[in-house]
């Protein structure tokens, strides 16, 4: 039993979205899904999403709102007392440890879009059919959505463009960008070689603005 609540913790935890929440109700207990969407910069069905599974693991309760008038009471999410209280940081802990460590590689850029490319492998299920460039900027957007980046997506010109408003590692990525961003170069190009979207091309420039990296996906046809 042990062993199972272990595994939904950790599942629970390697999305970043869902580290950021549990840290952000340990800061502010007490607030709504409309608060946290807003705090996080994610949509609201999306933030619904992400509180089941924390609940799912026992890491949020859910409650009503004390404070709410008559009528039907406004949902608010809490930490319950003990609970993993300092889960999020020992895992960026090792994440901190385990970018350092490849930094100092030689050939620390090809090993971190390996490691991009089979992190896609086990988050995007090949389709059946090869898929166009936009079919390919939706499923992106949706896997970049759930790990936290605050995508938006929108067609310039010859390509489809992802900005990714909100990178979940960017203190890291600032420090390690050849880490960082190579893991996330990789990311981007498994998923779309795992699709079948051929003649897709992909790119991924970091820092275009201060808290702005630009995903691009180019149909070359």
């Known amino acids: 039993m042990a062993g199972r609540r272990d595994e939904e913790v950790h599942r629970a935890l390697a999305v970043p979205s869902r580290a950021a929440m549990l840290r952000l109700l340990r800061r502010r ?3 709504g899904t409309s608060e946290i969407a807003a705090e996080l910069r994610l949509h609201p069905n999306t933030v619904r999403f992400h509180l089941g599974v924390l609940r799912q693991a026992g890491l949020i309760r859910e409650r009503a ?36 460590e490849l930094a100092g590689r030689p050939d620390t850029t090809a090993v971190a879009t390996a490691a991009g490319r089979r992190w896609a492998l086990g988050r995007v299920r090949p389709g059946e059919q090869p898929v166009t460039a936009a079919q390919a900027a939706e499923v992106v957007d949706a896997l970049f ?19 990714l408003r909100h990178c979940p590692f960017a203190a ?24 079948g979207a051929a ?19 180019s149909d070359d046809q």
């Open 199 to 217: 003649g897709v091309t992909t790119g991924l420039e970091p820092f275009v603005q201060p808290r702005l990296c630009l995903a691009t996906l």
């Open 172 to 195: 890291l990525a600032e420090q390690h960008p050849q880490v960082v961003c190579g893991v996330h170069r990789g990311l981007l190009d498994g998923a779309v070689t795992a699709l």
């Open 65 to 100: 709102d004390p404070t709410t008038r008559p009528g039907r009471p406004r949902r608010v999410y809490v930490v319950p007392p003990g609970q993993l209280q300092r889960g999020t940081e020992e895992y960026g802990e090792l994440a901190r440890a385990l970018v350092e």
């Open 29 to 31: 207990p007490g607030l």
């Open 145 to 163: 959505d759930d790990l936290g980046f605050d995508p938006a997506l929108a067609r310039r010109a010859d390509r489809w463009e992802l900005r």
